[in-house]
């Protein structure tokens, strides 16, 4: 059974039990243990279905698994860099990455527990659950692990057992404030918490879940005012992705994952290396492209147009019937007018060139950075014509609240978030999810 990673579902799936509306799930009233162990056992028993297929097919199923290189239009000038981008990725042979991005079901522990927990809260039923959501879900929560200790545990603590403050909700908006959520999202959800408070008497509990509703409101508006929860490419047109941000924020590390997660989920996928600022950049691409059979379209000459790159990326993508061209570029800061303007050239030429795509433009955000890198990012939203955010580097940062920034100052939808290197540390944003995984109790 195919799990299409970016429509987060099955792709046989025929009803959409993921659309229930999760403030009408009351989780207290879901034997969320009893419902885990089920999932639990199902995951496992498919497991073993998978290995036994793979045994079967012996040795044939690993040799089909090795991708073979379709890189055409470009030739890794020597072994030895590409041997050094291989480790810099670290990703050492193609196996690895292959077993890099399948998971592997776990011990039934309390993170596969509260995995279960906020699948079964959203409304996925036993036989839907996947084991790419729980493997996300764990590694979610582990990224957030810095953002929540700073956090949480202090807000448990201010929180207590009695009956909410006033008092406590200024200490509430200091730690929300200083977890880079921002003014204005901080002030909508004290506002909100406030005028509660000033109806009836909240508890600790009441007080911990409203909050965390006010904060996924917060975050779905601007995903809600595109009309589509999840960024999918469309079928049988060219979606064509670009990935902008400043340097070293992880834009071609995001595009790769992508890469691979489209092909996983059965989308044509193509890469334009349209970074030619950086002498290494198209090696670093043209790796990603290796690993997930998709090809790149680059041209190793130093400072080539990236417009230029655009232009035959659009045309190979249209002779190919491609349905995702992701256009990696270069890491620009906003004094550097002319880097400006080379984007804007690009967007012309898409213009151009193929009116009729669906193009995203998606600003990739390095959390660590919090809102100073947001604000110095927004300098491309003119030029860029932004559409969504990719959040990078959750992990190790305790600024995770800059999501929250990101929805309400910048007003942009979040689609998807990363939270550490590895293949599969990057998926579609959920709100629910995430936080949950930021205000998880345990
Ligand atoms: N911990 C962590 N590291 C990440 C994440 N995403 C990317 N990185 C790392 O960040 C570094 C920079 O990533 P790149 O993808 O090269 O960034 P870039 O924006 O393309 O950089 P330029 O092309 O130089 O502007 C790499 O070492 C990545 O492995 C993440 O979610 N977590
Ligand atoms: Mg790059």
């Known amino acids: 059974m195919i799990y299409d990673e970016l429509n987060r579902e099955y792709k046989d799936s025929k009803t959409d039990d993921s659309s229930l509306n999760k403030s009408d799930i009351d989780k207290e009233s ?5 419902w885990a162990k089920q999932a639990y056992e199902r995951l496992k028993e498919q497991q073993k279905k998978e290995k036994i297929e793979e045994s079967d097919s012996s040795n044939c199923s690993l040799v089909d698994k090795e991708p073979e290189p379709t890189v055409e239009s470009i030739q890794v000038e020597s ?27 776990g011990d039934f522990d309390e993170i596969f527990t509260w995995s279960a927990e906020v699948l079964a809260a959203q409304g996925k039923t036993v036989e839907k659950v996947a084991l790419e959501e729980i493997d996300w879900l764990s590694r979610l929560r582990q990224g957030l692990e810095k953002t929540r200790q700073s956090f949480v545990t202090e807000l448990l603590e201010k929180f207590g057992d009695d009956p909410l403050t006033p008092e406590v909700l200024e200490d509430l908006e200091m730690l929300l404030l200083r977890a880079d959520a921002g003014v204005n999202a901080t002030d909508k959800a004290l506002d909100a918490l406030r005028r509660r408070l000033n109806e009836e008497v909240i508890d600790a509990n009441e007080g911990l879940r409203f909050l965390k509703q006010q904060l996924c409101q917060i975050l779905d508006q601007p995903i809600q005012a595109t009309g589509s929860d999840l960024l999918t490419p469309q079928r049988d047109v060219l979606n064509i992705w670009l990935f902008v941000g400043v340097n070293g924020v992880g834009k071609t590390t995001t595009l790769g994952k992508i890469a691979n997660l489209a092909v996983r989920s059965g989308y044509s996928a193509l890469i334009a290396a349209a970074d030619t600022f950086r002498a290494a950049a198209v090696e670093q691409v043209q790796i990603w492209g290796q690993r997930s059979q998709v090809q790149v379209i680059a041209n190793q000459t130093v400072n080539a147009d990236p417009a230029a790159v655009v232009f035959d990326a659009i045309g190979a ?5 491609i349905e995702l061209l992701l256009v990696d570029t ?7 007018n002319n880097l400006m303007d080379e984007l ?3 967007r012309r030429i898409i213009q151009k060139l193929a009116p009729k795509a669906v193009v995203e433009s998606l600003l990739v955000l390095d959390a660590s950075q919090g809102q100073n890198g947001l604000r110095q990012a927004m300098a491309f939203a003119e030029s860029a014509g932004l559409t969504g955010v990719v959040i990078t580097k959750l992990d190790g940062s305790s600024r995770g609240g800059v999501a929250l920034a990101v929805a309400a100052e910048a007003n942009l939808p979040i689609r998807f978030v990363g939270a550490g290197e590895g293949l599969r540390d990057l998926r579609p944003f959920n709100s629910f999810e995430f936080v949950e995984a930021l205000l998880a109790k345990r």
């Open 330 to 336: 270069a890491g620009r800061l906003q004094t550097k």
């Open 344 to 346: 804007q050239k690009v």
């Open 30 to 34: 879901i034997d969320s243990l009893n």
């Open 317 to 321: 993508a249209r002779s190919k019937e």
């Open 79 to 105: 072994q030895s860099n590409l041997q050094n981008a291989l480790s810099e990725n670290k990703l050492n042979s193609s196996d690895q990455f292959i077993k890099e991005a399948d998971p592997t079901l």
